[in-house]
């Protein structure tokens, strides 16, 4: 029982260290925007503050604890959760064909905007802490562009090396953040203590009823206070759902409803202003230490968020949304630590250039909302979507999403629109690019895949002619493992090797892999074996892995040896034959030219089969096909 509570503890606190990093850092900026919105400037009166206020923890409360803690969580696929877990819930249980592929679609767009999202967080979060200096040093404001500059790089740079050891304290970390943003709102409580009126719902509708308009606006900013919420259902499977709900009811929720109403206090109380609210929350001897923690606090806010975009890479990956990556585990132990070089690469050039062109979180806050409220609007959709097929009381569920969560959604991505020229197009081009990518890819690897399969011949076929020609057929020594994606047919290496050349191994292995919709597959029911011919030494073997598993082919081929008796050949010396398609551009119209160009570039980039299943360099061979695109 104590190791149990012990343990319990510990995941609490990894919670707080990756799951909150990024809500938890939202008031350094949060309630700040809601004064500083381009053309529409408020005034910081009590009507107006604690209506706002009002409206940001009631939002918390029905979004984050309502919709995400009490219901989404409980969508998992497997103890999964994300954007991604619920495209894979579509996929497997939408039958309509039209349908799922819709929400498939939709599913892409909450991808591409999560990108979005992963892009600004770093830069705005990093930035609203080092603005601090404009309170503690005034003299250094001029170096808090720099600073960022600096601080971003090093972040980007080390995550080749992992961060399995600095990791370990992040939650400790986070858990004096959380405690020390409480603490500075309860000062400011204590002076003002007629401040927790904004704990009221009655004011955020006093607010609404008397300047609806601004109320509208204002919701804005009022969405910043919720962004990382989708790290709440994305690092589900990393935790498990009850540290995550503990973390959240009993350090994270108080905390950030305690310092939002400081944040109150202090505006009307301290005649401070409505910038870097967060660090005037306390005492001057106390603000430098702040400024400090509140810069370690948004880097590991940052790093979960490149953390989470390396974990949604490698998913859309494997589920074929989009080409082969590089991709490096950097913990021997923590099969999550990854990191990717390109993904890595292309995250630092846009959020150095979003810190350089928007200058200051106030106006990176414009670019925010948009990105955020789509995304949490996409999970809505996508949850109700398969409500039926994971739950027995659906009805509950239903009118949850059609009385809270849709109207919320509706209301923040409406208000966010306006933000369009204001900052928010680059979150929706960063979507966008996104978003062409994957469909590109996609479609292509559609195209290529009837291609091939056209070109490909089925194992009833081959073996037909295996046993017609066998006489004819040399039979060398040794094994030969031959890799394809589709489970019904000889791949194109071994046809034109048997066919062309007269010429078979002893012992052939066909490999067929697929990524299932599961999130993770138990090694044990990972691989079926068919019977070919095991008489003329050729077996089959299906592989299928979660989208979530670690793909590494040789050891999953050596763990099933045992597993199947009849398979005679030995993975650690046996030859690798990867077939390689090599699109060629034609007249044909299936795709514009432009996007097929698009596909061929990354087809020519991407990570080669071999590299991508850890196929021993010294026994692999590559055989390239040109295909007609």
């Known amino acids: 029982m104590i190791k149990h509570k012990k343990g319990t503890v510990l995941l609490v606190l990894g919670a707080l260290g990756v799951v909150y990093g990024d809500i938890g850092t939202s008031p350094l900026y949060a309630l700040g925007a809601a004064f500083n919105i381009k053309n529409h400037h408020l005034l910081p009166n009590s009507n107006n503050v604690?209506?706002?206020?009002?409206?940001?923890?009631?939002?918390?409360?029905?979004?984050?604890?309502?919709?995400?803690?009490?219901?989404i969580m409980k969508a998992d696929n497997e103890g999964e959760g994300g954007i991604m877990a619920l495209v894979a819930l579509v996929k497997r249980h939408i039958g309509t064909k039209r349908l799922r592929f819709g929400l498939i679609l939709i599913g892409v767009i909450g991808v591409s905007l999560f990108y979005g999202d992963g892009?600004?967080?770093?830069?705005?979060?990093?930035?609203?802490?080092?603005?601090?200096?404009?309170?503690?040093?005034?003299?250094?404001?001029p170096l808090v562009i720099p600073i960022v500059i600096i601080l971003l790089t090093v972040l980007f740079f080390i995550q080749k090396f992992g961060t399995a050891v600095v990791g370990k304290l992040f939650g400790p970390v986070m858990l004096?953040?959380?405690?020390?943003?409480?603490?500075?709102?309860?000062?400011?409580?204590?002076?003002?203590?007629?401040?927790?009126?904004?704990?009221?719902?009655?004011?955020?509708?006093?607010?609404?009823?008397?300047?609806?308009?601004?109320a509208f606006i204002s919701m804005t900013a009022v969405v910043l206070a919720i962004t990382g919420v989708e790290a709440l259902y994305a690092d589900?499977?990393?935790?498990?759902?009850?540290?995550?709900?503990?973390?959240?009811?009993?350090?994270?929720?108080?905390?950030?409803?305690?310092?939002?109403?400081?944040?109150g206090a202090l505006i009307i109380n301290g005649n401070s202003g409505t910038n870097d609210l967060l660090i005037k929350l306390f005492p001057s001897q106390f603000q430098f230490p702040v400024l400090i923690l509140s810069a370690v606090a948004t880097i590991i806010a940052s790093q979960a968020v490149i953390s989470g975009i390396f974990s949604l890479t490698r998913q859309a990956?494997?589920?074929?949304?989009?080409?082969?990556?590089?991709?490096?585990?950097?913990?021997?132990?923590?099969?999550?630590?990854?990191?990717?070089?390109?993904?890595?690469l292309l995250m630092y050039i846009a959020v150095i250039f979003l810190v350089i062109v928007f200058g200051s979180s106030t106006r990176l806050a414009n670019a925010y909302g948009i990105a955020v409220s789509g995304t949490i609007a996409i999970d809505t959709i996508l949850f109700i979507s398969v409500i039926q097929y994971i739950f027995k009381d659906a009805l509950l569920y239903y009118m949850a999403s059609l009385l809270i969560f849709i109207p919320i959604d509706f209301i923040f991505v409406s208000s966010n629109l306006q933000k369009v020229l204001e900052g928010g197009i680059y979150p929706l081009l960063i979507g966008l690019i996104t978003f062409t990518i994957i469909r590109t890819w996609t479609n292509g690897e559609r195209i290529m895949a009837q291609k091939r399969d056209d070109m490909e011949e089925t194992f009833e076929s081959f073996m037909g002619y295996i046993r017609a020609t066998k006489q004819r057929i040399e039979r060398t020594n040794g094994s030969a493992i031959y890799l394809t994606e589709f489970t019904d047919n000889v791949p194109i290496a071994l046809q034109n090797n048997t066919r062309q050349f007269?010429?078979?191994?002893?012992?052939?292995?066909?490999?067929?892999?697929?990524?299932?919709?599961?999130?993770?597959?138990?090694?044990?029911?990972?691989?079926?074996v068919d019977d070919l011919g095991y008489n003329d030494g050729i077996s089959h073997i299906n592989?299928?892995?979660?989208?979530?598993?670690?793909?590494?082919?040789?050891?999953?081929?050596?763990?099933?040896?045992?597993?199947?008796?009849e398979l005679k050949f030995n993975p650690n010396k046996s030859i690798y034959y990867v077939s390689l398609d090599k699109p060629v551009i034609s007249k044909s119209h299936n795709m514009s030219k432009w996007r097929k160009s698009l596909y061929l570039f990354m087809a020519q980039n991407e990570l080669s089969d071999s590299d991508f299943y850890h196929l021993p360099i010294d026994r692999t061979e590559e055989f390239t096909t040109l295909i007609s695109l």
Not at 57 to 64: K, Y
Request: hydrophobic share 50%.
């Open 176 to 214: 004096v953040w959380f405690l020390t943003i409480a603490s500075g709102g309860i000062y400011q409580i204590y002076h003002y203590p007629s401040s927790l009126i904004a704990l009221s719902p009655i004011t955020a509708l006093h607010f609404i009823g008397s300047s609806p308009i601004a």
């Open 50 to 71: 604690f209506g706002i206020i009002s409206l940001i923890l009631w939002s918390i409360f029905l979004v984050v604890t309502v919709k995400y803690v009490s219901f």
């Open 543 to 565: 592989l299928y892995y979660g989208y979530k598993d670690q793909i590494n082919l040789p050891q999953t081929l050596k763990s099933i040896m045992n597993l199947s008796p």
């Open 119 to 141: 892009i600004i967080t770093p830069a705005i979060s990093v930035m609203s802490a080092v603005e601090g200096l404009r309170v503690v040093a005034p003299n250094m404001a």
């Open 236 to 263: 589900l499977g990393h935790f498990g759902i009850s540290p995550i709900r503990r973390a959240w009811f009993f350090i994270v929720f108080p905390s950030l409803v305690l310092c939002y109403v400081g944040q």
């Open 502 to 528: 007269q010429v078979m191994p002893k012992n052939l292995v066909i490999v067929s892999i697929k990524t299932s919709s599961h999130a993770h597959i138990p090694p044990i029911k990972r691989a079926l």
């Open 317 to 344: 990956i494997q589920l074929d949304f989009l080409p082969k990556m590089k991709i490096k585990h950097t913990s021997y132990s923590e099969i999550g630590q990854i990191y990717l070089p390109l993904i890595n």
